[in-house]
């Protein structure tokens, strides 16, 4: 079943609430998904390049990995930290992000990387997580998080959502449903020499839209052509450092609701997720149509 949700800031004064605004929004659609969590988060702060490895606590072979592949690509490491199932390290890094990031990748299990992004997941509820990763104190411009039932594959921290895009910065999908023609779109990535770490499909869609990001178009242009070559049923939520974006099928299978004001724009699987945004407030939400998309982006 899952769950998806997001949050986007269109001021900057409000920023501050990120971490605290997803993991409410995540609680409260947490019964379609209470396996495990996960929030892409685009924060304040970050200097240089962040990369957040899942490490075993005892795996000193992984870690000395990492550090030999940093300094084998040219990455001067800034810091390095343990949270929760994962390793955080903040690097200076000016080359090019596709090859490093399959090299990484080599090295340790990769979760994401990027200038603003940080995705943070693992087994467990929102309010676990924030316990042991600290969300609610994270502050940014937007985000989004997944709440996910195991249906195809076992419950443990790598298999939880979000996906990044891999190979590329910034990048990542949350994704409520399934792409039918996931291998033929997969093997077409694979032919251009693209990497995939998984069997996952959102971790396909995320590729797919960096993939077009990366050669000029913008994120509309991206979601209105995800529309037409994705088979099957879908509600996705797709995050750039830039802004947020959402697309649904034409069956529109997955439901998707959503909220926007002068401040902010959310959308979640569930009004009651908007809801705990809102506490007692009546809201004047809408439900996106079939095979619609949009996005919002402070560059415009």
């Known amino acids: 079943m899952c769950g998806i949700a997001g949050i986007f800031f269109k001021t900057q004064g409000s920023n501050q609430i990120l971490g605290r605004a997803l993991v409410d929004m995540l609680d409260g659609c947490q019964h379609r998904g209470p396996d495990s969590t996960g929030f892409a988060l685009y924060e304040d702060g970050i200097e240089g390049l962040r990369l957040r490895f899942m490490v075993a606590e005892d795996d000193t072979a992984a870690l000395d990995r990492i550090r030999a592949a940093l300094a084998a690509h040219g990455a001067t490491l800034r810091s390095e930290k343990r949270e929760g199932a994962t390793v955080v390290v903040d690097v200076d890094y000016s080359g090019e992000i596709r090859p490093f990031a399959y090299a990484m990748e080599h090295a340790a299990k990769l979760v994401s990387i990027g200038s603003t992004l940080d995705i943070i997941k693992d087994v467990g509820t929102s309010h676990q997580l924030d316990e042991t990763y600290r969300v609610s104190e994270i502050r940014g411009s937007h985000g989004i998080g997944h709440v996910r039932l195991a249906t195809e594959s076992d419950v443990k921290p790598e298999a939880a959502h979000p996906f990044w895009a891999t190979g590329f910065a910034d990048v ?14 997969r093997r077409r990535l694979e032919a251009r020499g693209f990497e995939f770490r998984t069997d996952n499909d959102s971790e396909l869609i995320a590729v797919y839209v960096a993939d077009k990001l990366a050669r000029g178009e913008t994120l509309e242009q991206a979601l209105e052509q995800s529309v037409d070559d994705l088979d099957g049923t879908f509600s996705f939520l797709v995050s750039t450092k830039d802004g947020i974006g959402f697309a649904k099928d034409r069956l529109a299978a997955k439901p998707m609701v959503m909220y ?5 724009v959310a959308i979640a699987s569930e009004e009651v997720s908007l809801n705990r945004l809102f506490p007692g407030k009546p809201l004047a939400t809408t439900e996106p149509a079939p095979g619609t998309f949009r996005t919002w982006s402070r560059s415009i």
Do not use: F, P, R, S
């Open 172 to 185: 990542a999908i949350v994704h409520n449903g399934q792409i039918t023609n996931y291998w033929k779109m």
């Open 260 to 264: 926007e004001d002068d401040g902010l």
